[in-house]
């Protein structure tokens, strides 16, 4: 019993580390509760979702990572873009200081 809580928490602290970090919560506090103390490790050192560039699928106009190499909804094979989306914790903190008067 006290093991499954020990799991639980685990997983809720993989899970939450993931959020932050713009990844899925379902599947890290899975991975941290599955593999406890690595899966967590895992998470922290898991690269940062939404700190990521982005760019945007000339076949679709979907928006996807810049180091996508093919579209993941209709397939389009991608080249390295010559202009980049500025990723979404960018575009938050622009949101942010533009609220602040200059
Ligand atoms: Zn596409």
């Known amino acids: 019993?006290?093991?499954?809580?020990?799991?639980?928490?685990?997983?809720?602290a993989g899970g939450i580390v993931g959020r932050i970090k713009g990844s899925s919560f379902f599947i890290w506090f899975l991975v941290a509760a599955l593999v406890p103390f690595f899966g967590l490790l895992a998470a922290?050192?898991?690269?940062?979702?939404?700190r990521e560039?982005?760019?945007?699928?000339?076949?679709?106009g979907r928006i996807l990572k810049l180091h996508d190499t093919v579209c993941t909804r209709?397939?389009?094979?991608?080249?390295f873009p010559d202009v980049a989306i500025a990723s979404e914790?960018?575009?938050?903190e622009r949101r942010a200081a533009g609220r602040t008067p200059a």
């Open 1 to 12: 019993m006290g093991l499954l809580v020990i799991l639980f928490f685990f997983g809720l």
């Open 44 to 50: 922290v050192c898991y690269r940062w979702d939404n």
């Open 53 to 60: 560039l982005r760019r945007q699928c000339p076949g679709c």
């Open 74 to 79: 209709c397939g389009e094979e991608l080249d």
């Open 89 to 92: 914790a960018e575009m938050r």
